[in-house]
């Protein structure tokens, strides 16, 4: 097997939200595409993170919005959701709107866009990339290990989709990464069922009784910073717990979580007869290695709602930060207006034939914090996956 060679035109690496649609994308154009995957299923964080909003999708205005922010594949995957769950509506939360999703839909949704490209899509599963030749600043192949053994595959172009940047690590592009100091808390989800009378005020209760068990010194202060969202029956929610980058591990995050659903069937009726129904698959990192593309976007491109000529896409969602020490910060673009992202940010500077889409574009650590919601990342792949086809054609 190690001498196997598999050639095509596009390799995407990561079958989340944004290679998903990278690769659907490429395909789409008639590119010869092949599309990796660590795990056995397309969806990524979108899945394993227990999440059931997708942000990013829409202008915050007063109104409610007629429709998403940007064109494209986008669009269908919303009509296909909206088919398989009609209840789910976009709402609005605070300042801004989101649209409600179940994870098995957004799996089904994604399978049958995959299967309508089997033409020139190829998916291999429970395969992940593990190193990578550079000849000539350009991605000569990338070594691959899968269930029948360690391969490589030689592509035109590479779209690193990957969410923390591994490709763009394994070619050494250049990119950054946050210091571990100054890096945003990530994220550790559980489940809780077996609510008792719960109402609207949960989501206010949970934050407050946690505020004043950190001011008792009862738990630290990252727990403090625990959201709590209510979800599909009456009697579930989900809990949403921050992670400081010295406390990294699954092991760590399951205690945590015990600690705090504990605590909070002490002190809140409602959760006294409750019990931890899930949890999500992994700790939930906000951050990864962000490529130093051709462009690197702004806070202040976001806050100024600045527009460019090769803006490839749309998004209003505000700069959000997860801040070690203060918690969620959020920064807001005007009502009704939006920024775009140009193409640029989607290709490394000095790697020929290296794009990327979803988390790991080349944005600042505080632009990251608008850019990395789910909506933002479907049509960051499809823009990825167009400018990587047209590579193709240039050679
Ligand atoms: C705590 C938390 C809460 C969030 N809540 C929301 C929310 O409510 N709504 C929202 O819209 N966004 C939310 N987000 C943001 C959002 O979930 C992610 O930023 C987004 O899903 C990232 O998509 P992606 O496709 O870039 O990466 P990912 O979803 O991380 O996908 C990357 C894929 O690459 C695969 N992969 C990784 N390495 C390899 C390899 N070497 N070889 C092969 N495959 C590999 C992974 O298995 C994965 O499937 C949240 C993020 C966090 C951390």
Same mark, same amino acid.
């Given at each position: 097997?190690?001498?196997? !060679?598999? /050639? ?23 590119? &010869?595409?092949?599309? $990796?995957?660590?795990? #056995? ?9 227990? &999440? ?7 202008? #915050? ?9 940007? !064109? ?22 605070? %300042? ?11 799996? =089904? ?10 033409? &020139? ?17 350009? $991605? ?7 269930? !029948? ?21 394994? =070619? ?18 559980? %489940?809780?069922? *077996? ?21 008792? +010194? ?5 727990? +403090? ?24 591990? $699954? ?9 705090? &659903? ?13 019990? $931890? ?8 990192? %906000?951050? *990864?290695?962000?490529?130093?593309? /051709? ?10 709602? %600045? ?6 896409? !749309? ?7 997860? #801040? ?23 290709? =490394?500077?000095?790697?020929? #034939? ?11 650590? /505080? ?19 167009? /400018? ?8």
């Amino acid at each position: 097997m190690e001498n196997m !060679k598999k /050639e095509c035109q596009v390799l995407v690496v990561g079958s989340g939200v944004a290679g998903t649609i990278a690769a659907v994308s490429a395909a789409r154009k008639g590119a &010869h595409t092949i599309l $990796i995957e660590k795990n #056995n299923f397309p969806g990524g964080t979108a899945v394993t993170g227990l &999440h059931c909003f997708i942000c990013g999708l829409y202008v #915050n205005d007063t109104n409610m919005p007629k429709g998403p922010i940007n !064109k494209g594949i986008v669009r269908e995957i919303i009509s296909q959701l909206k088919v398989l769950s009609p209840e789910k509506k976009v709402m609005r939360m605070g %300042r801004v709107y989101i649209l409600p999703y179940s994870r098995q839909d957004l799996v =089904s949704v994604f399978r049958s866009l995959i299967k309508n490209e089997k033409q &020139h899509l190829e998916v291999l599963y429970n395969t992940q990339a593990v190193s990578v030749r550079t000849e000539q600043s350009t $991605i000569a192949a990338v070594r691959v290990r899968g269930q !029948k053994g360690v391969f490589d595959i030689v592509p035109r172009a590479v779209i690193d989709c990957s969410g923390h940047g591994v490709i763009i690590q394994l =070619s050494g592009a250049k990119h950054q990464v946050s210091d571990s100091k100054q890096r945003q808390l990530a994220g550790y989800t559980f %489940r809780v069922k *077996g609510l008792k009378d719960r109402d609207n005020m949960a989501a206010v209760k949970v934050p407050y009784y946690l505020a004043q068990a950190y001011a008792e +010194k009862k738990i630290p202060l990252y727990l +403090k910073f625990t959201t709590f969202i209510p979800i599909d029956n009456t009697d579930e929610g989900l809990c949403k717990i921050s992670i400081p980058p010295a406390r990294n591990s $699954i092991q760590l995050a399951k205690k945590d979580a015990v600690v705090v &659903h504990g605590y909070l069937c002490k002190v809140l009726p409602l959760f006294k007869d409750s019990y $931890i129904s899930d949890t999500s698959s992994e700790v939930l990192e %906000r951050e *990864g290695s962000r490529l130093c593309g /051709e462009y690197t976007l702004s806070a202040n491109d976001i806050i100024n709602a %600045r527009k460019f000529p090769d803006g490839a896409l !749309k998004s209003a969602w505000p700069i959000e930060l997860w #801040n070690q020490k203060k918690g969620p910060q959020y920064c807001y673009i005007n009502p009704g207006d939006y920024y775009e992202i140009p193409a640029r940010c989607l290709k =490394s500077q000095e790697i020929s #034939n290296l794009f990327c889409a979803g988390r790991c574009i080349s944005v600042s650590q /505080e632009a990251l914090g608008s850019t990395r919601v789910m909506g933002t990342c479907m049509s960051l792949g499809e823009q990825a996956g167009c /400018e990587a086809v047209k590579l193709k054609s240039k050679n």
